[in-house]
């Protein structure tokens, strides 16, 4: 046993070298930022572009000093109600007859209503000139900026300050603790899984890759094949987890300022941030380990890459199922759909993430860590044995006898 776990950590560190050191890495790195990084740009530029598009906008024809005034009323309040609260705002100055200039605007500029002054005093005696729709729809926001304005105008440098509302948190509110915790326990769940998926399936290449070449055979003739088993599976392993830290810290620093905010918006698992992101990273690695050790055992099976994606087809579809049987748990976590995704080894991992977000209690994921252990034990065992026939098999008659002296 002894030589076995030291040919096996020595294989380790040589396929966790071979691959972290290289050019290809670098690429697997960058490979599913490019695709979030081009999704998050897209997806701003498109609503910037919607917003323009769809949001009410209004030209007002003032003069500079009522351009100013309704400049800051607007701002005033699109600081305590939002953007999206208000219409966005065109200051044109006046130019020409005031009619003339109107029809110009309300056919030209995009706006859905014009708003002027009537006698030239805009502040004093508004006059909104559009569709009568848009003008019941949005008159009163309008109307709440100009009597902003002119309460800064009437008060001037004596202004009040702004109302501040001194807040007292409490640690939870009656009827949104769950359903926030349930939100909170699907976004673990996926994000595990596409974890284990993107990186579980770099094992079939990297065990192809080494059948289609001999280096296989040239290590089984050297250490126990149940070695070299392990020691990749480890390798991987540290490969992804090495991965997973990149990502999460280009992550955190990319969004280093949005940080507090996004805390704040994301509701708190049942355990705390902390221990979450810790269990979190902990079932990440016996689910890895359940299915890494299961692809290992079908590459071993298979010689070529097409038969490595026909026999991983169903292991992947079936993981699919197991996500699903454990996410629909997450609304009943004491019912016994939830207990049997605990106890199924392959979704006890997203079931056991799912409780950490809804239920504060520790013990039941020492208890569930322990059960998964075990299936870990027994599914490294039994896929070594079939890598072990596949890879003494490959080698043919000669390799068997041999297999058999030694």
Known sequence: MNRTWRAALVIARRDYVASVWSRTFLLFLFGPLLPIAAGLFFGTMGTVADRQATHPRVAVIATPAEARAMGEAWHALATRLGRDALPDLDMIAPRGEVRAQTADLLRSSGAFAVLRGDGGRLLDRPLMVGPRGQIAENGRALALILDEARQQRALGATAPPPVRLLAKPVRTAAGTDGAARMLTARMGQIVLMLLTMILAGMLLSNLIEEKSNKVIEVLAAAVPVDAIFIGKLIAMLGMSLTGITIWGGAAALSVGALLPQVAAALPPPAVGWPWFVGLGLLYFVFCYLLLGALFLGIGAQASTVREVQTLSMPVTMAQMGVVALASSAVA???????????????????????????????????????????????????????????????????????????
């Open 332 to 406: 009943d976590p004491a019912g016994g759909l939830a207990l049997a995704a605990t106890i199924f080894p392959w979704s006890s991992p997203f079931a056991m993430l799912a409780r950490a977000a809804q239920t504060p209690a520790l013990w039941p994921h020492l208890l569930a860590m322990l059960w998964q252990a075990a299936w870990v034990a027994l599914i490294i065992r039994i896929a070594a044995g079939r890598f072990r026939r596949s890879v003494l098999k490959s080698g043919g008659p000669r390799r068997r006898f041999l297999s058999r002296g030694r």
